[in-house]
């Protein structure tokens, strides 16, 4: 479980984020929605301790992140490119991944294959170093990455940006299927409603660093929420 | 836009760049250097006469005799030193400017090098002794020494040509290491021909035109090569690099730290940047070759030290500054995954620790200028790997710089992998050792000194977990602002 505590971030000045309370429950399908400079990335920076919290505290599993290291034993992110490592090829940057999590070789094999799909054949097997593929492909890498050795907590960053259509629908498969098991919490931030409306069980929407709307997906149909957000997102 | 413009957006980047504090202290020392730089290269210009007529030459022939080693001094010194005038090309490309523009502003901005002041120094220095210590007329001297500023400043463009074009460096410095040790070890006297060169110079000032020539060819040859570089082409098509695998599971035996030890290797082998380390550690390696052929050095044991400290720490040194900068373009995803901080650092440690030894073993031919030289090396080399990996990490934590791996991907990258920072941060690994052996050797007897030496070093060791506490603290406590300054 999640839970954010009268969080704020204020950068000279400015409150960027001010969340008095959020909890977010294990297995929950997590969607955050919001323009430009809403918080989406600052959120997820400060859930993985990469920016100190001006004031309050996110605690993830009963780790309070920028207290204690230990979150990172059962959490994973792809939240842009530098959570890859260039000069790795793909298989490498797995099995490296893989060793972190205590995953041997062969279970990342196996693991790698059930996204063949995926890959659409452009990643596996190539002997390509990651900083020669192309962003769309370095995208795909880093997401699969993230599910490797079955993190409890998921994040990921604008996923479906920057994919062709038909990896975008094959990601949303993927996703949905992990939220399906309600064993892994899934944290996907998006522009787009209708991406995080299919995946999600929940979704949040920010709005100046604050949350303005927190809405269960199964109560309403697509167009309600639509009509909801119309006037935010 | 102009170059008013450009210059603007210069000046921003700096003033916005991180760590505003530290570059000052950077400054002040890079100042210090700098002036004493001038200060010698000047007063050579001036004191190689003084210097012929102390060896009983005649001062002048003396002067055209040396002068080839003010000009190759002045492009050594360029070579590691002088920064390239990278610009933020890649935005401005699809803009409204020219590629005139781009390129004549970094040219000019070379031009304003200070190296470049340093040569007009160095020629007025030379117009002031010809003039008045040796009363040569005006006119001949001004020409002289004009003919001779130019012939350095030319140096500008060759070393941007010889950092750029592999092609063209390669060559080069094959042909002039051969020249150089060909005139060490006196088969050939390469200063008795370049002599003529320079007497010709001054005995027909109309050669002037010669070497403006040679200067406006360089330019040119400069500016093509930035002009045709200026693309994104070498940078967005992909460019295949031969992969190769190493089978590096004996690491495995490293238990957690081994993955990171994985990845490190293939760091340092795959990126350009981390090769040149590599290239430049086994550099370090011959470095005692200097100290231990010359005569004046050889039986100095302060400067057999100096050298052991290099020949064993190079690849420490150069590698621990930019811990964990090297990490720098996938540092969020280091800091979010599964690894205590402490065995990330310790990882590095360990890598330079395992770099210090290889270069202990590498080091072992130094047996030829005797065991007790050979002794001097390990006892520093356990001193490096006891107390100096310590100290790279520590002031390693201080520098977050970013670092492009492959900056190779366009000609306006900065592949240096030595420079003016890397000098002073080197200070306290070569000076502290240096004032111990100091201390030792006052005090005791050689033998036992270096055995007190070796002992210390291994202390070192023994005191892993304090010191570890210590940087892990360090490093927490920048980690945020490491974070953002990789941003």
């Known amino acids: 479980m999640i839970q954010v505590e009268n969080l704020k971030k204020i950068y000279d000045g400015n409150t960027v984020l001010d969340i008095q309370g959020l909890e977010i429950p294990i297995g929950e399908s997590f969607g955050l929605v919001g323009n430009n400079g809403a918080g989406k990335t600052t959120f997820f920076s400060l859930l993985l301790d990469l920016i100190e919290p001006t004031q309050g505290f996110i605690k993830n599993n009963n780790v309070i992140v920028n207290k204690n290291e230990d979150w990172k034993t059962f959490t994973t992110a792809f939240l842009d490119d530098s959570f890859l490592i260039g000069y790795l090829t793909c298989e490498e940057y797995f099995y490296f991944l893989g060793e972190l999590r205590n995953q041997a070789k062969q279970q990342v094999d196996a693991f790698l294959l059930t996204y063949a799909d995926f890959f659409n054949n452009e990643i596996l097997g190539k002997n390509k170093f990651i900083r020669d593929l192309s962003k769309g492909n370095q995208k795909k890498v880093g997401i699969i990455g993230t599910l490797i050795g079955n993190p409890k907590v998921v994040i990921l960053d604008e996923p479906f940006a920057n994919l062709d259509p038909t990896t975008q629908i094959r990601l949303k498969k993927i996703l949905r299927n992990i939220a399906d098991t309600k064993q892994t919490t899934l944290l996907v931030s998006s522009h787009d409603l209708n991406h995080t409306f299919e995946i999600s069980d929940r979704i949040v929407c920010f709005e100046r660093g604050r949350i303005i709307k927190d809405i269960d997906t199964k109560q309403y149909s697509f167009e309600e929420l639509t009509s909801f957000f119309d006037v935010v997102v | ?487």
């Not at chain 2, 031009?111 to 009363?135: E, I």
């Not at chain 2, 695998?245 to 290797?265: E, I, M, V």
């Not at chain 2, 150069?318 to 720098?328: M, R």
Request: hydrophobic share 55%.
């Open chain 2, 1 to 487: 836009m102009t170059f008013k413009q450009l210059a603007n957006l210069e000046w921003k980047g700096m003033k916005r760049k991180g760590g505003m504090a530290q570059s000052i202290i950077m400054a002040i020392g890079k100042g210090y250097f700098g002036l004493c730089y001038l200060i010698i290269m000047t007063a050579m210009s001036a004191g190689l006469f003084k210097l012929a007529e102390e060896e009983g030459m005649d001062p002048f022939q003396g002067f055209f005799k040396y002068a080839v080693y003010l000009w190759l001094g002045d492009l050594v010194i360029r070579y590691f030193f002088q920064k390239m005038p990278t610009t933020l090309v890649k935005p401005l490309l699809i803009q409204n400017v020219r590629k005139k523009t781009i390129v004549n502003y970094c040219l000019t901005k070379s031009s304003l090098s200070f190296f470049n002041f340093v040569n007009l120094f160095m020629g007025g220095a030379l117009f002031l002794v010809l003039a008045l210590d040796y009363k040569v007329g005006f006119g001949t001297s001004f020409l002289f020494a004009l003919t001779f500023t130019l012939f350095l400043l030319a140096n500008n463009f060759l070393v941007q040509l010889l950092n750029h074009v592999t092609k063209f460096a390669l060559p080069f410095l094959v042909v002039f290491a051969a020249v150089l040790a060909l005139d060490f070890f006196k088969y050939v006297e390469v200063t008795a021909y370049t002599k003529y060169f320079f007497e010709a110079l001054y005995n027909y000032p109309f050669l002037i035109v010669a070497v403006a020539a040679y200067l406006i060819a360089l330019l040119v040859a400069c500016y093509r090569f930035y002009f045709k570089n200026l693309s994104l082409d070498s940078a967005v098509v992909v460019k295949k690099e031969t992969y190769k695998y190493y089978d590096l599971n004996f690491l495995n035996r490293f238990g957690t730290l081994a993955p990171f030890l994985k990845l490190d290797l293939k760091l340092l082998t795959r990126n350009k940047r981390t090769r040149m380390v590599l290239m430049m550690s086994a550099m370090f390696l011959l470095y005692g070759l200097i100290f231990f052929t010359v005569d004046m050095y050889k039986s100095n044991t302060f400067f057999t030290i100096v050298a052991a400290i290099m020949i064993t720490g190079g690849f420490m040194m150069l590698f621990g500054q930019y811990v964990p900068s090297w990490d720098s373009s996938y540092y969020p995803l280091m800091m979010t995954q599964n690894i205590p901080y402490r065995t990330y650092l310790e990882s590095k440690w360990l890598v330079m620790v395992l770099g210090t030894l290889v270069s202990i073993i590498l080091a072992s031919f130094y047996l030829f200028f005797g065991l007790q030289t050979y002794l001097i090396i390990v006892a520093v080399g356990f001193y490096n790997i006891g107390w100096n990996c310590y100290l790279s990490l520590i002031t390693g934590a201080f520098v977050r710089s970013k670092i492009d791996l492959s900056s190779n991907k366009n000609a306006f990258g900065d592949t240096k992998a030595f420079n003016v920072q890397t000098l002073l941060l080197s200070i306290p690994t070569i000076a502290i050792p240096m004032l111990l052996y100091f201390v030792l050797t006052k005090l005791l007897p050689f033998n036992t000194a270096m055995i007190v030496f070796v002992a210390i070093g291994l202390a070192g060791i023994l005191l892993k977990k304090p010191m570890f506490n210590l940087i892990e603290n360090l490093y927490k406590s920048q980690k945020y602002k490491t974070i953002k300054a990789y941003k």
